[in-house]
């Protein structure tokens, strides 16, 4: 019987405590994936416009990414990139009711979240 009572209620708010299906990871991922592709807009045109300067400007921009942090960013970004694009495809398809059914939207999340640190091997081939 389902329980209605606020009084009564079995109450579990510790979110590290709640073991989260991997669908649900991987739409968390696509929210904050997406966040970061926002926020890092306008980093990627104004860097963008720099290398665009001359030869001097593409050097400084590439000798940024010498820096442990900037190779790190870019990383977290790369996994951005692939997650959000990834899982962007998936909800689309969802949408138009492909891969509904639990076994398959959960191998298809599945699928997202190793295509997201595929992105990331690529992007540290190319940085590191
Ligand atoms: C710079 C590029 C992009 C930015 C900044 C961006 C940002 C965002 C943000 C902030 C959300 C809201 C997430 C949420 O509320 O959970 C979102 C949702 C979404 N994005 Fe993107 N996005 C970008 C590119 C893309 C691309 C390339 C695709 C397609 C492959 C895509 C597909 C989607 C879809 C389908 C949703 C809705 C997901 C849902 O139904 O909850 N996005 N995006």
Same mark, same amino acid.
């Given at each position: 019987m389902i329980n209605n009572n606020p =009084?009564?209620?079995?109450?579990n708010l510790n979110l590290l405590k709640i073991r989260q299906p991997i669908t649900a990871i991987t739409s968390i991922g696509h929210r904050i994936s997406g966040?970061?592709?926002?926020?890092? !807009?306008?980093f990627v045109i104004w860097m963008l416009e720099h290398s665009l300067q001359g030869p001097q400007g593409f050097a400084d921009v590439t000798a940024w990414f010498d820096y442990g942090? !900037?190779?790190?960013l870019a990383?977290? /970004?790369a996994w951005s990139a692939a997650h959000h694009f990834f899982a962007g495809i998936r909800f689309l398809l969802l949408d138009i009711e492909i891969g509904? =059914?639990?076994a398959t939207a959960r191998?298809?999340? /599945? &699928? &997202?979240?190793?295509?997201?640190v595929i992105g990331v091997l690529i992007a540290m081939v190319m940085i590191l």
């Open positions: =009084d009564t209620r079995p109450v966040v970061l592709l926002f926020l890092s !807009i306008p942090l !900037i190779k790190l990383l977290l /970004m509904v =059914d639990l191998s298809s999340a /599945m &699928v &997202v979240n190793v295509l997201g």
